[in-house]
């Protein structure tokens, strides 16, 4: 038996025979071609495909995982046509007289090294999204499929997973994953996390390793290669358990999260897709307490229409019935990226033009949206939330831009529901350290830890390597959520917790003792976290 320590990423125990994913050859050969145009042509005839399998993974990964994952696609849509990659492209194949596909290549090569050069994080992360089109073209010019195909259940072990692989794999016969790369905000581990599968990186694989039996611990981030008769044993055993836990958190569907001293509490989904509204309610979600409305921007190539946003929202909404559905508006910017928006360049774009901020300079995208939300409002229960707050002032514009798109659609007599509920998300230290004043000018709170940890730590959580030292338990950062709760029930207002500590049992009662009202999860989540509401004191 053979112990390796790497890294756990998704918790949960795998047992089975190691199913090695090969990438498929990535050497390219200079070949001269004098017909530039026949090539060009050849190219363009690829990235016709390329969208198309783009296309069709996306709408796989929205059935399977939602909205977020699915997104990936889209971005890899935009990377196909983007100008710059294309004309370099078109240069190289016209002024050296080469192949399509080595001309892909070199462009790739090209960008990838200008990316991993950047300081900026986000810039550098999305190299291996331009890697993953790179290829996808150069395997369709070269005529290759690169599925690879699961015939029993395995665990995954690779170098590492791109997004198009990943979602390529027949789930149901995924036991879990290990890689040498990635990290707890990779792809990889996204997706195990969505899909309840254990996950480790941090392990030096071997190819040599295929149909071994193995154990992954998702938990330790240990794997055991060739595990003895006893681990089996006791790997199995910890598996019965955790099934008898899965079953065991079933049986809570339909029972309120009242704690055993008698608080209630609401634990509300995080979505970002009308698809993902029915596993909110499948599992027991009391409603939505966060909607990303930005993928809405991020799916196509210009501004969704007032029309495709409202049918959208309305949609959500009679899914929903008379269940709270918070609505966030566009929080796009940072390491969500619309070409159509021509953001520009920043040196630091987490802290840059984004979210309420884009609203509030262009106005006309804002008022659009607001439309959309209230003309979808008379459907259900709908609530506003105006992401990366930092002031009052800012506050108040949201208000009197609001009052003006009441005014509109009632002078054009279309109908909408006047008591929308109005709330600011709590995820900069300013927002929280005037959160008394805040609290005076909305219906509620929700805190994003994410962003809090990452702004009051002065750590870009999209830096892997600063991954250790992005400590949400930080004092610093509890001390702002704990007085964001109590301001925010000095005015009498309500506050939910929607980041990713809010999925973390450990801290439900803590968040609890806080005196938090709230807490919004990811939809596989909201059945443990309404466990632990329910076994607090």
Not at 133 to 143: K, P, T
Not at 207 to 232: M, Q, Y
Request: charged share 30%; glycine share 6%; net charge negative.
């Amino acid at each position: 038996m053979n112990e390796l320590q790497g890294k756990g990423i998704a918790p949960g125990i795998a047992v089975g025979r190691i199913f090695y994913y090969k990438k498929s050859g990535r050497q390219i050969r200079r070949t001269y071609r004098e017909d530039s145009e026949t090539e060009w042509k050849r190219f363009e005839e690829a990235r016709e495909k390329a969208e198309m399998q783009l296309l069709a993974l996306k709408e796989k990964a929205v059935k399977e995982t939602g909205e977020e994952a699915a997104a990936i696609f889209e971005a890899h849509q935009m990377l196909l046509r983007d100008d710059e990659l294309e004309a370099f492209i078109r240069d190289i194949i016209v002024t050296a007289k080469v192949s399509a596909e080595y001309a892909v290549f070199v462009a790739g090569e090209h960008f990838s090294e200008m990316l991993a050069g950047l300081e900026d994080a986000y810039l550098q992360a999305r190299n291996a999204d331009l890697q993953d089109v790179v290829w996808r073209l150069i395997r369709i010019l070269n005529g290759v499929e690169d599925v690879q195909e699961l015939t029993e259940p395995s665990i995954i072990v690779a170098e590492d997973l791109t997004p198009s692989e990943t979602i390529q794999l027949e789930k149901s016969l995924i036991l879990g994953f290990v890689t040498r790369q990635g990290s707890a905000n990779s792809h990889t581990a996204i997706l195990a996390r969505q899909l309840s599968l254990p996950a480790v990186c941090g392990i030096e694989t071997d190819p040599s390793w295929n149909g071994k039996p193995a154990v992954a611990d998702g938990s330790s981030g240990r794997i055991f290669l060739d595990p003895d008769d006893a681990l089996l044993e006791r790997s199995r055993e910890q598996q019965r358990e955790e099934e008898a836990h899965r079953e065991r958190l079933q049986r809570l569907k339909g029972r309120p999260a009242v704690t055993k001293d008698g608080r209630q509490i609401a634990v509300y989904a995080n979505i970002g897709s009308v698809e993902e509204v029915r596993n909110a309610r499948e599992n027991d979600a009391e409603g939505i307490g966060l909607f990303r409305s930005e993928f809405l921007y991020l799916e196509g190539k210009d501004f969704p229409s007032e029309e495709k946003q409202y049918a959208v929202y309305k949609a959500v909404l009679q899914a929903m019935e008379d269940r709270l559905v918070v609505i966030r508006t566009l929080d796009l910017g940072a390491d969500k990226q619309a070409d159509y928006l021509d953001l520009g360049h920043e040196e630091n774009p987490a802290m840059g033009y984004r979210a309420i901020r884009i609203c509030l300079d262009r106005p006309e995208i804002f008022r659009t949206q607001l439309r959309a939300i209230y003309r979808a409002s008379v459907y259900g229960r709908a609530a506003i939330l105006f992401p990366m707050i930092i002031s009052v002032e800012e506050v108040l514009q949201c208000r009197r831009h609001i009052a003006e798109v009441k005014a509109e659609l009632k002078q054009e007599g279309i109908p909408y529901k006047d008591d929308v509920q109005i709330g600011v998300m709590i995820e900069t230290p300013a927002a929280a350290l005037i959160s008394e004043m805040l609290a005076k000018e909305v219906d509620f709170f929700s805190i994003g830890t994410n962003d809090l940890a990452q702004y009051t730590l002065a750590i870009d959580r999209q830096n892997a390597r600063m991954e250790a030292q992005t400590d949400m338990h930080h004092p610093a950062v509890q001390e702002l959520i704990q007085r964001t709760i109590a301001n925010g029930h000095k005015a009498g207002i309500r506050v939910e917790i929607c980041g990713e500590l809010a999925a973390d049992t450990s801290f439900t009662k803590t968040f609890l003792d806080y005196g938090v009202d709230a807490l919004s999860v990811s939809p596989p989540f909201v059945l443990s976290v309404k466990d632990a509401v329910l076994q607090a004191e």
